[in-house]
C-alpha cells in the first residue's frame, strides 16, 4: 500500500467509499442536493461568490459535471466504491465533491467519518 501522501484522489475516494459503503447512498444524495441548489440558485450564488480561488463559472461548469455523472450512474455510485471513487475524483470533479464531502461530515455525526475525512483530504 502507498503512503498516505503518495495517494491521489481517486485511490483517497476509494479508501472512504471502502471504509463507509453504509454512508454512499446517502453521500450521493448530498453531492447531487449540492449540484441542484447550484443550479437552481445560480444568481444568487453568482450574487454572494467570494471564493478568491475558484471563480463561479468554473464551479457551476463542475458542479454541472458531477450532477451529470451521478445522472449517468445512479445508484450504482452508492453500491460500488470502485466506480464511486473513479468517477467524483478523478480530476477536477474530485474539487466539488471533497468540497460536499468536508460539508456532509458536520451533518453525519460519525466521528470515524469526520476523522477519516480529515485524514484523507484536509489540507491543514
Not at 450564488?45 to 458531477?66: E, K, P
Not at 466504491?81 to 468517477?87: G, T, V
Not at 468536508?102 to 483530504?121: I, S
Request: glycine content about 6%.
Amino acid at each position: 500500500m502507498k503512503a498516505l501522501e503518495k495517494l491521489n484522489n481517486v485511490e483517497k475516494g476509494r479508501l472512504l467509499a471502502g471504509w463507509f459503503p453504509e454512508l454512499l447512498p446517502e453521500l450521493v444524495d448530498t453531492i447531487k442536493g449540492a449540484q441542484e441548489y447550484l443550479a437552481e440558485n445560480e444568481t444568487e450564488v453568482r450574487q454572494q461568490w467570494d471564493n478568491g480561488f475558484f471563480n463561479v463559472d468554473f464551479w457551476l461548469r463542475l458542479s454541472a459535471t458531477v450532477g451529470k455523472i451521478i445522472d449517468l450512474n445512479g445508484k450504482r455510485l452508492a453500491k460500488h466504491p470502485r466506480l464511486f471513487a473513479e468517477e467524483l475524483f478523478d480530476g477536477y470533479n474530485a474539487l466539488f465533491t471533497i468540497d460536499c464531502i468536508d460539508k456532509y461530515k458536520f451533518a453525519v455525526h460519525n466521528v470515524k467519518f469526520t476523522q477519516a475525512v480529515r485524514l484523507l483530504f484536509d489540507r491543514g
